[in-house]
C-alpha cells in the first residue's frame, strides 16, 4: 500500500514542478507555434521552387509544331503500340499539309492524294526527307589463314 502512495506522490510532485509557471508554459507553446509556421513557411518555399524548375526543364522540352500548306509531315501511329514490332516505325507517311485550323486540327492527305482525312497536329511533325532508301554495302573479309606448324 505505501508503494501505489509513493507513487502517487511523485506523479503529483512531477505535475506540480512541470505546470508551476503557466507563463513560461504559455510561451513555450507560441513559440514551439512560431517554429512549427516557419518549418512549414520554408517547406512551402521549396516546394514552390521545386516545382518552378520542374516547369522550366517541361517547357524546355516543349517543340512548337507550326505547320504550314504544302508541308511534309509524317503521322504518329497509336495502333501499334497494341501490336508492337522491335524495329517498326511508329510514323507513317509522308503526308501533305492542306489545311491549318485554328485549334490546331490539320487536314492532311498521302502523296498519291488518295487519303484525305483531319488530325490533332500534336500526332504530326515535320518529315525532313530521305525518301529514297539507303542501300548499305556490306563487305566481308576473309579470315587470315594460319599456317599450321610441321
Not at 510561451?27 to 518549418?39: A, F, I, K
Not at 504518329?76 to 507513317?92: I, M
Amino acid at each position: 500500500m505505501s508503494f501505489t502512495c509513493e507513487l502517487e506522490h511523485r506523479a503529483l510532485w512531477a505535475l506540480r514542478q512541470l505546470n508551476l509557471d503557466m507563463k513560461a508554459v504559455g510561451t513555450n507553446r507560441v513559440t514551439e507555434l512560431h517554429d512549427h509556421d516557419e518549418l512549414h513557411y520554408h517547406d512551402f518555399e521549396s516546394i514552390r521552387l521545386y516545382k518552378e524548375r520542374m516547369k522550366m526543364i517541361h517547357d524546355k522540352n516543349i517543340v512548337e509544331h507550326n505547320f504550314k500548306l504544302g508541308d511534309l509531315v509524317l503521322l504518329y501511329n497509336s495502333r501499334l503500340k497494341l501490336f508492337p514490332g522491335k524495329l517498326k516505325s511508329r510514323w507513317l507517311g509522308p503526308f501533305c499539309v492542306l489545311e491549318v485550323h485554328p485549334t490546331k486540327a490539320v487536314a492532311i492527305e498521302s502523296k498519291d492524294g488518295v487519303q484525305k482525312f483531319t488530325v490533332n497536329g500534336k500526332r504530326l511533325k515535320h518529315h525532313l526527307g530521305m525518301d529514297e532508301e539507303k542501300v548499305v554495302s556490306v563487305i566481308y573479309l576473309k579470315e587470315p589463314q594460319v599456317l599450321s606448324e610441321p
